[in-house]
């Protein structure tokens, strides 16, 4: 079954991808394509593709008395974060959550950069679907990853290592 939205997504960042690979050195298009990959990533309701949370953050939801806690986990965006009906956090930058693109923007960029053939969408299209791996964990979850590995390629084994467990991913 094709997303139409993701569809869409990669219709939009293909022609951009063929204009990088004429012009590798065009910094402002290879910033539109990662906000493009960015936007793509913040509606999962829409797209039908929940997010993944980690064991640490939906233990710290329950003690919040969040409804249905795995539910929100799934579906809240940083938009909702703070909402009383999201995930109740006191603030984005202070808070308890954190929104983490487990495969890093800059890596799906770099494997949209490094196709060969732009003569079809779905290349595009099953790298956007297959690196969607975007998951709710705890800030200090956060600033060990971050220590660890900031944008880097993050594999389930080093996850499990910094003791940081998704459910979806390495759980």
């Not at 809240?76 to 808070?95: A, M």
């Not at 959550?97 to 079809?120: G, N, R």
């Amino acid at each position: 079954m094709i997303i139409k939205k993701i569809q869409l997504y990669a219709e939009t960042i293909k022609p951009l991808l063929e204009w990088i690979k004429e012009n590798p050195n065009d910094k402002d298009v290879k910033y539109t394509v990662t906000r493009l990959i960015r936007f793509y990533s913040n509606t999962p309701k829409e797209l039908g593709l929940p997010y993944m949370y980690s064991n640490a953050a939906l233990q710290e939801a329950i003690k919040l008395d969040i409804d249905n806690p795995e539910e929100k986990l799934k579906w809240i965006t940083w938009r909702e974060q703070t909402n009383k009906s999201g995930l109740k956090d006191v603030g984005r930058k202070n808070g308890i959550f954190h929104l983490e693109h487990i495969v890093p923007i800059s890596q799906i960029a770099k494997k949209l950069y490094e196709l060969d053939d732009l003569d079809l969408v779905l290349p595009i299209y099953k790298i956007l679907i297959a690196n969607f791996k975007i998951a709710w964990i705890l800030k200090s979850e956060q600033k060990i990853l971050d220590s660890i590995n900031r944008s880097g390629i993050r594999t389930p084994e080093l996850l499990t290592n910094l003791n940081i467990h998704i459910k979806g991913f390495n759980n």
